[in-house]
T-cell receptor
Framework: QKEVEQNSGPLSVPEGAIASLNCTYS??????FFWYRQYSGKSPELIMF????GDKEDGRFTAQLNKASQYVSLLIRDSQPSDSATYLC????????????FGKGTKLSVKP | DGGITQSPKYLFRKEGQNVTLSCEQN?????MYWYRQDPGQGLRLIYY???????QKGDIAEGYSVSREKKESFPLTVTSAQKNPTAFYLC????????????FGDGTRLSIL
């Protein structure tokens, strides 16, 4: 059973702090990793994707991947109240024809 | 503007009724997907299609049907066999290589009358 695990939260951080969101996955053959942001009542929006071990930065967001530990994370620097949302981790599992397994999401709350 | 359009935004189903959710994309993407999201749950794959006239069952296909007669369109029918249809339904599409990200439409919220 292929699984993607996330802490459901809520994760509460003060405005301006770094928010750290974590995700573990079970399939060692996974090759693609995605973070989506989902505001309440809305559809998921792609934030970051990463394929190789290490860090990938885009503005205030950094995705980190460690395939040996089967672990992927998302860091949000200088967190803003507008970052308050549920963050979904999605993993493309090996041989999946592009199919993704989604975690249940971590709810982030940024307090002014 | 290019994008994925889902309609209607809200839909109500009566007992024993089949309903069809529309998904149209003008991104020229080959692959299209249907997901279901229940409160506090991750997205679960219902059906997917890599090319026109071909589609595959996902993890929770029972009680649903799809068609892919055109590249741009991937409608989902929720049949009366689906006993618990109340959920948020999301359509997604993906271009090119299987490792490319999926992008989502705005979703359809289905409820039982």
């Amino acid at each position: 059973q292929k699984e993607v695990e996330q802490n459901s939260g809520p994760l509460s951080v003060p405005e301006g702090a770094i928010a750290s969101l974590n995700c573990t996955y079970s399939d060692r053959g996974s090759q693609s990793f995605f973070w989506y942001r989902q505001y309440s009542g809305k559809s998921p929006e792609l934030i970051m994707f990463i394929y190789s071990n290490g860090d990938k930065e885009d503005g205030r967001f950094t995705a980190q991947l460690n395939k040996a530990s089967q672990y992927v994370s998302l860091l949000i620097r200088d967190s803003q109240p507008s970052d308050s949302a549920t963050y979904l981790c999605a993993v493309g599992y090996g041989g999946s024809q592009g199919n993704l397994i989604f975690g249940k999401g971590t709810k982030l709350s940024v307090k002014p | 503007d290019g994008g994925i359009t889902q309609s209607p935004k809200y839909l109500f189903r009566k007992e024993g009724q089949n309903v069809t959710l529309s998904c149209e994309q003008n991104l020229n993407h080959d692959a299209m997907y249907w997901y279901r999201q229940d409160p506090g749950q991750g997205l679960r794959l219902i059906y997917y299609s890599q090319i026109v006239n071909d589609f595959q069952k996902g993890d929770i296909a029972e009680g649903y049907s799809v068609s892919r007669e055109k590249k741009e369109s991937f409608p989902l029918t929720v049949t009366s066999a689906q006993k618990n249809p109340t959920a948020f339904y999301l359509c997604a599409s993906r271009r090119g290589h299987i490792n490319q990200p999926q992008h989502f439409g705005d979703g359809t919220r289905l409820s039982i009358l």
